[in-house]
């Protein structure tokens, strides 16, 4: 992001241009991005997106629920869906701002109907999607559907939505469905624009109160040409339970970090937190690096069941408000120094979000810089711990000293903090 002088700044708007990330030395770091010292860019930035938002009035923060994939993959049914909506208001979940309860694939038989209309599986939806969606409004929720810009899913279990965009967008929009997730499987040989662009303006036409969540796996660069297409776009492929594939997804998502923002978000693949394939520390840097790079947060795991460490985890409130913050500018890696990373993102009242997240196998120093993270050097601040939930001074907060924060991370783990300026 931008420095303070003019020569920075016309480096910044050709690098925007260029869909580059402009690299700069910081102090006793690898590779460093620094965030710019006051938000007058940023908001800049934000304006031109707004103008280029998919205006339905929808995602003004990124989204939050639960998706059944990650965990029930096609094992899904009516009743683990009520126990869902059940689950996510008995745990507290729903008022944290986990809304949307969405069935991913495998919900509807093979065949349409004879008007050519999609039919819920009769054996694991008996009650229908309409009667799903009233049992989950009457708890608070929204409920989410999903489709594809094919011939059929990637299951190959149901139909498409393929040449019949706006039929299913008149269907869902009777059943009082409140979020579509578009998968990108079976494309009949038709480009990713085509296809999306014509569920997107069935979308405008019959599903202006759906949230429009596009799924096509980050292939031709989706965040440079969906904010006026759709609510959030994937940036990357399926995410994996493992810190390989969680790692590489936060890595491939980052450098489109310009492009989100009200209206529109990145997307780099739901949580895994709770599923079992990572460790507690692993989970703690996916949410946090997931809530500062203004990622949706849809829980994967199984909430009816879900232990104290995973609940933890994805219910705490001050890493979810820097996810929901109002303000909207997605947080990126600003200091790399073989594995040893700063993460940052600009808040409102110029606070700034910090993740200091060791990617290594061993315990680590990680040291975060005030040119990194968009602070004046002589700043002094008052420095909250997220996962700790306590707060200090700069210089009085440990590792912290003038113009600068370190904390001994742990292998795999993080630390995340906001610094306020005094």
Same mark, same amino acid.
């Given at each position: 992001?931008?420095? #303070? ?5 016309? &480096? ?7 869909? @580059?990330?402009?690299? /700069? ?27 280029? @938002?998919?205006? =339905? ?11 059944? +994939? ?6 899904? =049914? ?8 059940? *689950? ?19 919900? *509807? ?19 229908? $999607? ?31 939505? &393929? ?24 494309? %009949? ?11 997107? =303006? *069935? ?19 989706? !965040?440079?040409? %969906? ?7 994937? #940036? ?10 969680? #790692?590489?997804? @936060? ?6 970090? /310009? ?11 739901? &949580? ?6 990572? #460790?507690? !520390? ?12 203004? @990622? ?17 985890? $994805? ?5 979810? !408000? ?21 993460? /940052? ?20 120093? $990680?040291?975060?810089? +005030? ?25 009085? !907060? ?25």
């Amino acid at each position: 992001m931008a420095r #303070t002088s003019s020569s920075s700044l016309l &480096l910044l708007l050709l690098a925007v241009a260029a869909t @580059a990330v402009a690299g /700069a030395r910081v102090p006793g770091s690898g590779t460093g991005r620094g965030l710019p010292l006051d938000g007058n860019a940023t908001s800049a930035e934000l304006r031109a997106r707004r103008r280029r @938002a998919f205006e =339905n009035g929808l995602g003004r923060t990124p989204q939050m629920g639960w998706n059944s +994939w990650n965990h029930f993959y096609c094992g899904v =049914n009516e009743n683990i869906i009520r126990e869902t909506a059940d *689950a996510l208001v008995n745990t507290g979940l729903a008022k944290l701002g986990y809304q949307y309860v969405n069935i991913d694939d495998c919900w *509807a038989e093979l065949n349409r109907d004879y008007q050519g209309n999609m039919v819920p599986n009769k054996q694991t939806f008996p009650s229908g $999607i309409k009667a799903l969606a009233d049992y989950v409004h009457a708890k608070g929720l929204k409920l989410g559907i999903y489709s594809d810009a094919g011939t059929q899913t990637c299951s190959n279990r149901m139909p498409g939505s &393929l040449d019949h965009e706006e039929q299913d967008v008149k269907t869902f929009t009777s059943w009082g469905v409140d979020y579509l997730k578009y998968d990108n499987c079976n494309d %009949a040989g038709r480009s990713i624009k085509e296809r999306y662009t014509k569920m997107s =303006n *069935a979308m405008k036409k019959y599903g202006k109160n759906i949230f429009f969540s596009l799924c096509e796996w980050g292939k031709e660069n989706p !965040a440079t040409w %969906a904010g006026g297409m759709g609510n959030s776009w994937r #940036t990357t492929g399926d995410i994996a339970d493992n810190w390989g594939s969680m #790692t590489s997804r @936060a890595d491939q998502n980052d450098k489109w970090a /310009a492009y989100a923002g009200p209206g529109g978000w990145n997307d780099p693949d739901m &949580l895994e937190v709770g599923n079992g394939g990572m #460790t507690e !520390a692993e989970y703690r840097s996916h949410f946090s690096i997931w809530a500062l790079a203004k @990622a949706p947060l849809l829980i994967g795991c199984d909430v009816r069941s879900m232990s104290q460490v995973t609940k933890d985890i $994805i219910s705490n409130s001050e890493v979810i !408000a820097v996810n929901q913050g109002n303000l909207g500018v997605q947080g990126k890696k600003v200091q790399s120094d073989n594995g040893l990373e700063v993460w /940052a993102g600009l808040l409102s009242g110029n606070r700034k979000a910090v993740v200091l997240w060791n990617r290594q196998g061993y315990q680590a120093t $990680i040291t975060a810089y +005030w040119s990194s993270v968009g602070l004046p050097a002589s700043a002094t601040v008052t420095v909250r711990d997220l996962w700790a939930h306590s707060s200090s001074s700069a210089g009085q !907060a440990p590792g912290s000293s003038e113009g600068q924060i370190s904390a001994s991370v742990a292998p795999h783990d993080c630390k995340m903090y906001i610094l306020t300026p005094k």
